[in-house]
């Protein structure tokens, strides 16, 4: 029975090394333990504070990126935008040019056209007169053969002068 029911001197003894634990857990050990839970909680509300700092930063980073990526595409749109401008220019330039060009070579076709047409109607000229006068010197002997023809026609031409005066 004595088991179930400490003596009392058990129960002194029991009582002074609990106090004397205590104090020197009060004395010696909670400052240390809260010292350190201190100590941890703070390494811990700086751990937070540095990834709310590296989250702020990234976040800035993230809108920052947006930023320039949204730039560079209103660039390579712009870019974009100026070099169809420029290749249209430069197709109209040349249509321009091709034009004008064309335009000239047929002006100088023309030109040559004319040239040709009027030496070609000068040779006809030049061939029908030659003719004419074949045919009129052909005439003219037939006509002719005798000295009394030839002198009548004398006459006649003189007297056509004459008149024309």
Same mark, same amino acid.
Not at 12 to 17: E, P, T
Not at 27 to 40: A, H, L, N, S, Y
Not at 114 to 128: G, L, S, T, Y
């Given at each position: 029975?004595?088991? &179930? ?5 058990? *129960? ?6 609990? !106090?004397?634990?205590?104090? %020197?857990?009060v @004395?010696? !050990?909670?400052?240390? =333990?809260? $010292? ?9 509300? #700086? ?5 709310? $700092?590296?989250?702020?930063? &990234?976040? +800035? ?8 990526? @949204? ?8 870019? &974009? ?18 034009? *004008?060009?064309g $335009? +000239? *070579?047929?002006?100088?076709? +023309?030109?040559?056209?004319? %040239?040709? @047409? /009027?030496?070609? =109607?000068? #040779?006809i000229?030049?061939?029908? !007169?030659?003719?004419?006068? /074949?045919?009129?010197?052909? %005439?003219?002997?037939?006509?002719? @053969?005798?000295?009394? #023809? $030839? ?12 008149? +024309?005066?």
């Amino acid at each position: 029975m004595s088991l &179930l029911t400490p003596d009392i001197g058990l *129960i002194f003894w029991m009582l002074i090394a609990f !106090g004397v634990v205590f104090f %020197v857990l009060v @004395k010696f !050990g909670w400052p240390i =333990i809260t $010292q350190m839970v201190d100590e941890r909680k703070k390494y811990i509300d #700086d751990s937070l504070e540095s990834a709310r $700092q590296a989250n702020e930063k &990234l976040a +800035k980073i993230q809108e920052e990126s947006a930023a320039l990526l @949204k730039q560079a595409r209103e660039q390579q749109s712009q870019i &974009l935008a100026d070099a169809m401008e420029q290749r249209k220019q430069i197709v109209e330039k040349a249509q321009t040019e091709a034009t *004008i060009a064309g $335009q +000239k *070579i047929l002006e100088e076709a +023309k030109q040559q056209i004319e %040239v040709e @047409k /009027e030496d070609a =109607i000068r #040779d006809i000229r030049r061939q029908v !007169g030659l003719l004419s006068v /074949e045919i009129a010197e052909k %005439v003219l002997r037939q006509s002719l @053969k005798t000295d009394k #023809d $030839q002198m009548a026609m004398i006459d006649r031409l003189l007297d056509e002068m004459d008149n +024309k005066k």
